[in-house]
Structure formats: structure tokens, C-alpha cells
């Protein structure tokens, strides 16, 4: 266990509305990420941070930001929602140190419908 | 391009039959390879790992996958399936392992269903 929480777990909003996505870590890895699940697209990068304040864009960041003021809280913000955002959002990190080479761990998601 | 194909979006094995879930890479040197497994409702866990040395590799569950060069696979198989087999499988690569970022790319997944 990473000690990973997403909040919230579940939501649903309606397009137009801002939503913030939380994912906290209690073990002050530096590299923490973004992901979105669809079906049939496995799992895409929206954005990731190396450190605090230090953040960079994945494949799909388009509609997303997201910020990082302390290392355990990395957020990730729908400015505007829109139905082509409801998926299923992962937040993971990534373990230091040459035995977790690369090696990512997983938080249990939370499920966004935006109707 | 797809850095990662995985064959086969469905996988139907009876319990006690060969689980065979095929993974391919495109990338001009050797990445790092992983093989995850989301069981319902939940997140993804590490099932194994390639990086360097035994290109056999084995993980939990009684899983293992084999990293051949020359065909840029990485196949996960398991001798025996199990009805708790049943779940979704992702393969997955590093390809810039020289940088820090650890970036990973996904395959879109395989569910295997496992029949009594």
C-alpha cells in the first residue's frame, strides 16, 4: 500500500461546472501523475509533476490543469466540465530508488460523470 | 503511434486451462515492461516487471512473461487459470528509461474471462 487517496471517489456534475480532483500521498514521493481510463483506451497521461510546483502536460491535457503546492496534494482541475470527461481518473505515484525502478502505484480512482 | 499493442481486447479460458494475454511494444531500444492487473471497481496492481537481466520473468498470482528482443513481445502467461483470474490486464512500457520522468504508456487492455 502507497498510501494513496483519491477524493472524491464518486461525482456527478453538469457540463459547464468547474470540478477538482484530489490525490494525496503520505509518503512524500516526488513524482506523482494523472490519468484518465476509457473503454478501449487503457489508461492516458493528463498531466504529472516531478515536484512542487513543477508540473508538465501528458498526451490527452487538453480541458485540464492541475497544481501541486506541497507533495502530498496533487490536484487535478476540469475548468469546465464536458460529457467527453466523464471517465474514470487515476492518480498514481512513483516509488524511488533502484529496486521500483519506473514502477508506478496506483490510487482506487474516482468516477466522474459529467451529464 | 501505439507504443504498446495488446492482441485481443477479450480472453475467454476455461479454470484450469493456459492463460496466454499478448503484449507488443514498438520502441528502438529495449524499454522497461510492465504487466498490471484491475480486478472491478478497483485500481491497478503490479503484476511483474522487466528491466534488466533474466528475460523470464515472474510475478504474483503464478504469472509470468518472458521479454523477447527479436519479436518486441513481452506475452504474460499463467499455466493453470483461476476463476479469481478474472480481471482486466494492462501491458505497459517506459520507453525513455535514460530520463527520470518514468513516463508510462499503456496498452488499451485486455479482459479475461475465466469459465468454470
Known amino acids: 500500500d502507497a498510501g494513496i487517496t483519491q477524493s472524491p471517489r464518486h461525482k456527478v456534475t453538469e457540463t459547464g461546472t468547474p470540478v477538482t480532483l484530489r490525490c494525496h500521498q503520505t509518503?512524500?514521493?516526488?513524482?506523482m501523475y494523472w490519468y484518465r481510463q476509457d473503454p478501449g483506451h487503457g489508461l492516458r497521461l493528463i498531466h504529472y509533476s516531478y515536484g512542487v510546483k513543477d508540473t508538465d502536460k501528458g498526451e490527452v491535457s487538453d480541458g485540464y490543469s492541475v497544481s501541486r503546492s506541497k507533495t502530498e496534494d496533487f490536484l487535478l482541475t476540469l475548468e469546465s466540465a464536458t460529457s467527453s470527461q466523464t471517465s474514470v481518473y487515476f492518480c498514481a505515484i512513483r516509488v524511488g530508488g533502484t529496486e521500483f525502478l519506473y514502477e508506478q502505484f496506483f490510487g482506487p480512482g474516482t468516477r466522474l460523470t459529467v451529464l | 503511434a501505439q507504443s504498446v499493442t495488446q492482441l485481443g481486447s477479450h480472453v475467454s479460458v476455461s479454470e484450469g486451462a493456459l492463460v496466454l494475454l499478448r503484449c507488443n511494444y514498438s520502441?528502438?531500444?529495449?524499454?522497461?515492461l510492465f504487466w498490471y492487473v484491475q480486478y472491478p471497481n478497483q485500481g491497478l496492481q503490479l503484476l511483474l516487471k522487466y528491466t534488466t537481466g533474466a528475460t523470464l520473468v515472474k510475478g504474483i498470482n503464478g504469472f509470468e512473461a518472458e521479454f523477447k528482443k527479436s519479436e518486441t513481445s513481452f506475452h504474460l502467461t499463467k499455466p493453470s487459470a483461476h476463476m479469481s483470474d478474472a480481471a482486466e490486464y494492462f501491458c505497459a512500457v517506459t520507453l525513455d528509461r535514460g530520463s527520470t520522468l518514468g513516463r508510462l504508456y499503456f496498452g488499451r487492455g485486455t479482459q479475461l474471462t475465466v469459465w468454470p
Open positions: 520502441s528502438s531500444v529495449p524499454p522497461y
Open positions: 509518503e512524500n514521493h516526488r513524482y
